[in-house]
Structure formats: C-alpha cells, structure tokens
C-alpha cells in the first residue's frame, strides 16, 4: 500500500488532535479506511503501466507464434488431402512442435502475472481467515508486481531461504510486503540502479519466527522520526505526497497476526525493515493441500458446467480420456442432474449469469450430499464476499484459470476417487 494520495500537512494536524476526542474516533476509522482504500488503488495505477509491458512481451510471441501454427496446420491439411511436398515441409511437425511450446510458454508467463496481480484483490480486513502461507512464492508475487519500480533505482537480490509455514493472510500479507518494497525503491532516486541495492531475505530466528527482511540503500530515515514512523498520519513526504497510513496499516496487519515489525535506519545509507511473523502449528501447516489422488482405473463421467463455450471445448480436449458432458448453464445441470443422470465428476464455474455454480452445488447438497463431494469448482479470480465465504466455508475444491491440465486431472481423480462404483 504504497501511500500517494494524501492529506495536507494542517489535515494531519487536525486529524491527530481529533483522535484525543473519543466522538470523532469512528469518523476518524471511516477516513482512514477511505483513505486506504484510495491508497491502494493509487499503488495499482503505479504499477500499471510497469505489469502491462511484462503482459505485452509474452502476449505478443503468443499472438505470433499462434498465428504461425494456424498458418502451418492448415499446410498439413493440405498434404493430408494430397498435395505435393516441398522442401518447407521437411521439417514441418517441428516447427509447430516448437511454436506450441513457445506459445505454452508465455501463456505460463501472463498466468503467472495475473496470479501474482490477483494477490492484491480488495479484500475487507475482518473476511481474513488465517491460514498457513509459505512466505516465500508471496515475497515472488510481490517482487514481480513491483519490479517495474525496482528496475528503475536499484538492483534486486533476492535471498530466499526455506522457512516454516507461517498463519496469516495472504491478500493482507502481501500488502505488507508491496508497500515495503515499494517504499524502498522509492527512498532511492532513479537513474543509477547500478548504484544501488534491494536485498530482501527470509530466516529464521533463535526463537523460531520467521524473519522477512527488507534492505535498501536508499536515503534513509532521521533518528528522530524513527519512533513515529508507525504513528497514523506521521509522513516526511512532501504536502500531498502522503497521507502517512502506509507503515501504519503495514504495523496493524502484522500485529493482528501475532507479529512485529523492527526498523533500522541511518540517514544517506539506507534502511532495514524486518517482519518477524510466528510460525504455523505443525498441525496447521499440515492442512495446506489436498492428498494424494487415489488411481481410479476406470473411465470416468464428468459433467462440465459452463457458460463460456470454449471453456467446455477445451475441457472436453483436455480430458479426452474420460466421458465428458459439456452443458451452458447450472440450471440445465440441475435439470438433468434432478432427472437422475449420474456423473463421476461436476466441473463447474463458480459464477454464471442466472444461476451460479453455488447455488448448483446447494441444490444438489440439499438432494444428495454424497453428490456434492464430487463438484470441482473453475474460477477466474472475480471473486464476490459471497463466492470467497462460499469456497472457505464449504472446504470445497476448486482451480482457477486459465488452469493447469495436470491439476486439472489430479482434481478429477480426486473426485472420481469418491464417487462408488
């Protein structure tokens, strides 16, 4: 949450006299939530421009490599059909080889970008379920979101040791470590990223927490300021560079937590910030996953639940070694699911126009609770309060697309797995 989009120097002032006066302490928690809000939302506009050229490379040698393969396939139709060879043919399955894997490749790499962006969903505080996190793929997310900023003013080392699982929130943790990195790069004047340096690491202490550790070379902060740094609405900015909420939210997130943040500072030499987080239970860490899918030697029936058509293409192509029904809509499925057709597997999206996958799989619990063990949920990340408490709360299994096609089939299997001869 990097902090831009500010009060005035004499709005601070006002607002931290206003906090002594217990009557305006919740129009005081409505302003900064506001303010949050707008925060975010400014950090999102930053990197913008940055995240959109990293997507542009790879879409551009999808885009070409896809039409290449278009092109060739419909030269292998026309040998097929009898057409003579020429001597371009010679090497012509492994060019399409080639182009498809080219192109597999740089759909990875815009899936990876979009995963990464759909970190920072808005997410309100109290919808928070905690929950065991290995820091370390979240520190990669946070890297790839702010590296168009980091490039421009230093360079990036990374020091990622293994750590223990830690019990916190994704979306709000990621919050913490953007704006940490955020701040940090920006302490640093562009330019001359030669010239400087981000180090972020991971490590355990003595007392086993685990440590996140931000260190830059940028300009530092003055010994005075460094007690108020956690202060609501203390900022060294300039008037209307910001609101000074930023490391104050990033204190209360990691306290929420059980966990602290420690800052060390000298002034023309940068600045260390450390989030020392407790680590997960065992128990706990343990419950991250699904197990291990059981073999399922036979054929299995799925039922794909889709309102995109090419969705259900795709799914029927993918799993080509099982049965696969493909209808447009929950309220066809429930249909046809209530007039006792039965499937192995329920592939559903989780929201759909008219009837969504969520109330498919309530109508068909409330019928047949045995039933419902065997939805597998696809979702695209647009995410309602509703749909996030509905995937919590239900413990159901669900992929979000674009998906991976041995997830994909390891989810099947683990749903076919439970579903009886």
């Not at 139709?77 to 060019?95: F, K």
């Not at 003013?153 to 704006?179: C, I, T």
């Not at 920006?186 to 003595?206: F, K, Y």
């Not at 070694?321 to 809509?329: L, R």
Request: proline share 7%; charged share 25%.
């Amino acid at each position: 949450m990097l902090i831009r989009l500010g009060f005035s120097a004499p709005d601070r002032a006002e607002l931290a006299e206003a906090a002594t006066r217990p009557e305006a302490r919740r129009e005081i928690e409505l302003a900064i939530a506001r303010r949050a809000l707008a925060d975010r939302l400014t950090s999102a506009t930053v990197l913008a421009a940055g995240v959109a050229h990293e997507l542009n490379n790879p879409l551009a040698y999808v885009a070409a490599n896809l039409a290449f393969v278009a092109e060739r396939a419909a030269r292998v139709a026309e040998l097929l059909s009898g057409a003579p060879r020429t001597p371009e043919d010679a090497d012509l399955v492994t060019q399409l080889v080639d182009a498809t894997r080219d192109a597999q490749g740089g759909a990875e790499r815009m899936r990876s970008i979009v995963r990464d962006l759909k970190t920072f969903a808005l997410a309100r505080a109290d919808d928070a379920r905690p929950r065991p996190i290995d820091v370390r793929p979240l520190l990669d997310s946070c890297l790839n979101v702010a590296w168009s900023e980091i490039r421009k003013r230093a360079e990036l080392v990374r020091d990622l040791a293994p750590v223990a699982p830690v019990l916190g929130d994704e979306a709000r943790l990621s919050q913490v470590f953007l704006n940490l990195l955020l701040n940090a790069a920006q302490s640093i004047p562009g330019g001359r990223p030669e010239g400087h340096r981000i180090r972020v690491s991971t490590g355990t202490r003595p007392d086993g927490r685990v440590a996140v550790e931000v260190r830059d070379t940028g300009a530092g902060i003055a010994p005075e300021h460094l007690h108020r740094i956690f202060d609501p609405f203390f900022t060294t900015k300039e008037p209307g560079g910001g609101t000074g909420l930023g490391l104050s939210i990033c204190h209360a997130v990691v306290t929420s937590l059980g966990g602290r943040i420690e800052v060390e500072s000298v002034p023309g030499k940068g600045s260390v910030f450390t989030v020392l987080l407790a680590p997960a239970a065992p128990a706990e860490a343990r419950e991250a996953g699904f197990p291990t899918p059981p073999p399922v030697p036979r054929r299995a029936r799925i039922l794909v639940v889709d309102d995109e058509p090419l969705v259900g293409t795709v799914l029927r192509r993918t799993l080509s070694e099982h049965e696969v029904t493909v209808v447009g809509s929950a309220r066809i499925a429930l249909e046809r699911l209530t007039a006792g057709e039965r499937w192995d597997v329920i592939l559903s999206d989780l929201l759909m126009p008219e009837m969504s996958g969520m109330d498919l799989y309530r109508a068909v619990a409330a019928r047949d609770p045995g039933l419902s063990r065997r939805f597998v949920f696809l979702t695209g990340g647009a995410f309602t309060p509703a749909a996030r408490a509905f995937l919590e709360q239900e413990g159901v299994e669900w992929l979000e697309k674009p998906f991976d096609a041995a997830a994909l089939r390891n989810a099947v299997l683990r749903r076919a797995g439970t579903a009886g001869p």
